[in-house]
């Protein structure tokens, strides 16, 4: 990583007790959950990390400690530099502080990822789904959540399948 | 038409009902604008000047449900959008017609998953299907010529 | 199928203002299908009159579960669906995947691959610039410059169709270079392009830059300040115009974008006029790039020759057994990619369209994340929309230039 960075993620070291990651020359770090919003809050004011590119999270089901890692992406314009930040999370409703407060463009990812995978968010203003349909029950991008595929219809089966499916006749 | 040709031009014309009823419908047949997905650019550009639709009669594209009397369903439809589908085609006056434009709206395509319907006529009963994914303007009007034939051959018993 | 569908008066007590509650103000519904919502899009309109007071988009009629789909395919074959996110920018879109897939293996491109990259990447944008430009003049009522811009748009999809075979879902770009290199007509079809083309865009700009009747309905509508853009991470041409000189192919290029040379067009006022004068220009700029890298093509394979990654050629298995053993691995299982997640953004036409792909030691992504653009962007709506009329709005919505593939996914 280079210098401009390397003081960035020291600082960060010091003040938060974040572990950096260093994968294929991009920087993550990983970050206590109760203290997302504060590390935000820094590097947004002090450091000018003025956009969050993006904001996502990935299920590591079925491993319990950690269930879920929700991932932000900051980018500064001014110093052009490009951070990665890794919250872990537990259990089967974790729920996390909103950062909705440092960056409001996180208000649809939030909910987006409350929609797609069950994490809540505390103090976010609108918490609802943004993606599926309103009374839809789970959460789709869970690993313990199935594709949801529907049997292909070759020659051979093509008779039984066309009796099942319903088709609309008026 | 028939008599016309036995005893040359009496200035009267003759044909059957279904034909004159037939006929009418297929030229101005007016589609709703259904355009959902990447289907729906290939259909913008079936509706432009290089693949010109205004040649079979589909001049304009109405957004209205009760003006149109074609729904080219082009694209994926997600089970969001389902319930919104078939209100539009109820809303829809007869007679109507509907093409499965794409492989998404015909079967489900590339897609195999819990949030796409697979296959549109789980929801409207369709007429033509038209494949490809997006289908070729070309191949969309091959659909909407194909629709015209399967029109013109009604019976008077199926709409009176 | 047929659940309750709609959204109560209850559960958007928190977004809507209390002269609504009274009756004073009307909700009006923009639903899903509208001729001007360039595809499914709903808005919940508050409105005084005709004055619009707020406005709430409601997303996911086009959610196709791309993400968890491709979670069950291999890298390679996943490579299929990412040209239907945004269907407009469909060789961008696998661009992206694919380095972000090199990023994440560590594979090298060849220099001509990455020349022909940036020469049909650019061709695409050109491409998507003229769909926004037709249907946004279409919604304003000048109906003659949406078929001047698909005439030129077919003579892109021709260049396209004669690489990839296909017209708009090419997947022409694959994990280590090309598919195959372009045919002999590719470059007499570029220049003939880049011949007429200038002409053309001078033909949309004498319609509709100095027309008053434009500029009457874009000049001062939707003004996003400098601020706003960057708070709600607004990115590509919207925030070109609102005076922040920024775009990711001279931040931090890929592909080989360094060693072309093209302006950065920006606007100050930030409003509907400034980002159509952007885009206009941008569709110069991409010219000039286009120019430069097809007259600097290198010579040499299209492709990677790391077996473990790319299949061979079909022409070497009839002769060497190592050749008949990698395609076999390859197109059976796939080739696995390391643990860790990687972050990789190209500029779309629409933004920053980036992709974070998590690996896991096996033949399938873990996690594909795609940040699009669009997405971000169109929280910015409601924002831009306050106090203006419902005309405007259908305006707003076209500069914007959203793409609902690309919000839904």
Not at chain 3, 291 to 303: E, F, I, N, S, T
Request: aromatic share 10%; glycine share 6%.
């Amino acid at each position: 990583m280079n210098d401009d960075l390397s003081t960035i993620v020291s600082a960060l070291i010091e003040r938060y007790g974040v572990e950096p990651i260093e994968f294929r020359q991009q920087v993550s770090l990983m970050t206590p959950a109760e203290k997302i919003a504060q590390v935000c809050l820094t590097l947004r004011d002090e450091f000018s990390f003025e956009m969050l590119s993006a904001q996502t999270a990935v299920d590591y089901w079925p491993q319990q400690e950690p269930h879920f890692h929700v991932i932000y992406q900051l980018y500064s314009l001014t110093r052009n530099l490009r951070l990665g930040l890794r919250v872990p999370v537990n259990g089967n409703q974790p729920s996390l502080p909103t950062i909705t407060t440092v960056y409001p463009n996180a208000n649809w990812h939030e909910r987006e990822i409350w929609d797609m995978f069950g994490i809540r968010f505390e103090g976010h203003p609108d918490l609802r789904r943004i993606l599926m349909p309103y009374d839809w029950e789970g959460h789709p991008l869970r690993k313990d959540y199935p594709l949801g595929y529907e049997e292909v219809q070759f020659s051979f089966n093509y008779d039984e399948i066309d009796r099942r499916k319903p088709y609309a006749r008026e | 038409m028939g008599i016309e040709q036995k005893l040359g031009n009496m200035g009267v014309v003759t044909l059957k009902l279904e034909q004159a009823v037939n006929w009418s419908r297929t030229n101005a047949m007016w589609p709703m604008l259904f355009g959902l997905a990447c289907c729906a650019i290939e259909m913008m550009s079936a509706q432009a000047s290089n693949y010109d639709m205004s040649r079979f009669g589909m001049e304009l594209m109405r957004a209205s449900p009760r003006q149109s009397d074609l729904m080219i369903v082009a694209g994926r439809v997600s089970r969001k959008m389902a319930p919104v589908l078939r209100r539009l085609y109820d809303q829809m006056p007869d007679p109507k017609w509907v093409i499965s434009m794409g492989d998404c709206a015909s079967c489900g395509g590339v897609f195999n998953n819990y949030a796409i319907v697979p296959g549109v006529d789980e929801v409207v009963p369709v007429d033509v299907y038209v494949a490809g994914c997006p289908p070729r303007p070309e191949a969309l009007i091959h659909g909407i010529l194909t629709l015209h034939e399967k029109v013109r051959g009604e019976k008077i018993k199926d709409w009176a | 199928m047929f659940e309750k569908n709609e959204v109560t008066l209850d559960e958007l007590r928190h977004l809507i203002s209390d002269r609504a509650i009274e009756g004073d103000t009307v909700l009006l519904n923009m639903g899903p299908q509208h001729p001007s919502t360039h595809g499914v899009l709903r808005l919940l309109l508050e409105l005084d009159g005709e004055n619009v007071i707020n406005c709430i988009p409601d997303i996911g009629f086009l959610h196709t579960g791309i993400e968890k789909n491709m979670e069950a395919k291999t890298y390679e074959k996943a490579a299929v669906m990412t040209d239907r996110l945004d269907y407009l920018n469909t060789v961008g879109n696998n661009l992206v995947y694919c380095l972000a897939i090199e990023k994440l293996v560590d594979l090298d491109v060849p220099p001509r691959a990455q020349a022909i990259r940036v020469i049909l990447t650019e061709l695409q944008r050109i491409a998507s610039h003229l769909v926004w430009l037709g249907t946004h003049a279409l919604d304003l009522a000048a109906m003659s410059v949406f078929l001047y811009c698909f005439r030129e748009r077919e003579m892109i999809l021709d260049i396209i169709e004669m690489c990839g075979g296909q017209r708009m879902m090419a997947t022409f770009i694959r994990p280590g270079g090309l598919w195959r290199d372009v045919p002999v007509e590719f470059e007499d079809a570029v220049r003939n392009f880049l011949k007429i083309f200038p002409a053309r865009i001078d033909e949309y700009e004498a319609l509709l830059t100095k027309n008053p009747l434009f500029k009457e309905r874009t000049v001062k509508i939707g003004v996003l300040s400098k601020e706003d853009a960057i708070r709600w991470g607004v990115t590509g041409p919207s925030l070109r115009a609102s005076n922040v000189k920024f775009d990711l192919r001279k931040a931090q290029p890929y592909s080989g974008y360094e060693q072309y040379d093209f302006d950065i067009p920006t606007q100050t006022e930030g409003d509907t006029y400034a980002r159509y004068l952007v885009r206009i220009e941008e569709m110069r700029q991409s010219l000039r790039i286009v120019q430069q890298a097809l007259d600097k093509l290198p010579y040499g394979p299209v492709r990677s020759n790391n077996r473990k990654f790319v299949p061979p050629p079909r022409s070497e298995l009839g002769t060497s057994m190592e050749a008949v053993i990698h395609h076999f691995k390859l197109w059976t299982e796939g080739f696995p990619a390391p643990k860790g997640g990687v972050y990789v953004a190209v500029e779309s036409p629409r933004g920053e369209l980036g992709v974070y792909l998590e690996g896991d030691g096996g033949p399938k992504p873990y996690r594909v994340y795609w940040r699009t653009p669009s997405f971000v962007n169109l929280q910015v709506l409601p924002l831009l929309s306050k106090g203006h009329l419902v005309a405007d709005l259908i305006a707003l919505i076209g500069t914007i230039d959203i793409v609902l593939g690309d919000v839904d996914r």
